[in-house]
């Protein structure tokens, strides 16, 4: 999924702009106006992803184009994380002449401190306009496709609720997919005591993420490795005392007899303390971290550590919930779909 790499990378282009970096490395002319051209064509690419995922299965053309988005967002992620590694190499080096002259000679042994800072930011401009231009020509080029902008409507289609019910003959070439999920829930614990560990799963829109995440909550080696599942449905608008009243239902086997979000949470803490416990938040929408603060301190509160499993179609998401681990589901080819049915 395009987006899936489109959204961290602009997510970090923004970063570096907010730390003024374009200020550290524009030695060339017009490196500023290039790096801000290119932020501006990543976000509206954006918006017309989704309607190319859906189009490249039968048009040949838009999935070409797909492919170079990919290859130059490839580029992207390898020029921005060059940068990200100068600017912490510069600060450091600023740090240095001030310091101690024990841990300035401790610094001064470093390789990195013997590059040519001058050099350095001239290369990082020359490929932040390299990658500009390629992008640019992307973007002048989704014109020919007539792309839909797409906008998250809330009453834009009623969303069903999810369940943890399974019908495997409704997994379909997912089989990696499902074997990397099952390994992560399985490893060894290493999470500190109060941890939260996020996995997120993110595509398009009846793409299989539910179904995904059914596999492993079925699975009885997952089963035996939690004290307790819980599968909740949070779709939108989300609703921080229906989340938490569904938990408690499947802690306790019936509905809390609470009122107010604060005693409700308060209980969750209680219920998972001293327990390992799985929980499935599935399609989840919110961009909102306040959402998510308010939820996550009770859910931190399980002594043996607990592991969240999200579903969602945003890649935003997946950053406002601090995820350790993010699997993106690919539109599947056809070749993938034969072998399975073969």
């Not at 499902?178 to 560990?197: C, F, G, P, R, T």
Request: charged share 30%.
């Amino acid at each position: 999924m395009a987006d899936a790499l489109v959204s961290p990378i602009l997510e970090l282009l923004i970063k570096i702009a907010a730390q003024q970096v374009q200020e550290e490395v524009n030695l060339v002319v017009g490196v500023k106006k290039q790096a801000n051209k290119l932020k501006s064509n990543l976000i509206d690419i954006q918006f017309v992803l989704e309607d190319a995922e859906r189009k490249q299965v039968k048009d040949k053309a838009v999935k070409v184009w797909l492919d170079k988005l990919k290859n130059v967002c490839y580029d992207m992620d390898d020029m921005l994380d060059e940068c990200s590694t100068a600017i912490l190499t510069w600060e450091m080096d600023g740090e240095n002449t001030r310091s101690l002259k024990k841990m300035r000679c401790c610094f001064m042994r470093s390789p990195c401190f013997c590059l040519n800072q001058g050099v350095q930011r001239r290369d990082i401009a020359l490929k932040i306009k390299a990658v500009s231009e390629k992008l640019d020509e992307i973007a002048k080029e989704k014109a020919m496709y007539g792309f839909e902008l797409y906008k998250v409507v809330d009453h834009e289609l009623p969303r069903l609720s999810s369940t943890s019910l399974i019908d495997d003959s409704s997994m379909c070439g997912r089989d990696d997919e499902k074997k990397i999920l099952i390994s992560m829930l399985l490893a060894e614990n290493s999470q500190e005591a109060w941890d939260v560990d996020v996995i997120s799963l993110v595509g398009l829109g009846r793409i299989g993420k539910t179904t995904l995440a059914q596999l492993p909550f079925n699975d009885a080696k997952v089963t035996a490795n939690f004290h307790k599942k819980i599968w909740v449905c949070v779709s939108e608008p989300f609703d921080g005392v229906r989340i938490t009243k569904s938990i408690l239902e499947q802690f306790e086997g019936s509905t809390p007899n609470l009122h107010g979000s604060q005693s409700l949470l308060l209980k969750v803490s209680q219920s998972i303390n001293g327990i390992r416990v799985l929980l499935v938040l599935d399609d989840v929408w919110t961009e909102d971290h306040r959402h998510w603060e308010q939820l996550k301190p009770s859910l931190a509160g399980c002594a043996r550590g607990i592991i969240i499993l999200v579903t969602t179609r945003k890649g935003t998401v997946t950053t406002m919930m601090g995820t350790d681990h993010r699997i993106d589901i690919e539109t599947l080819s056809d070749d993938s779909i034969g072998d399975h049915m073969a």
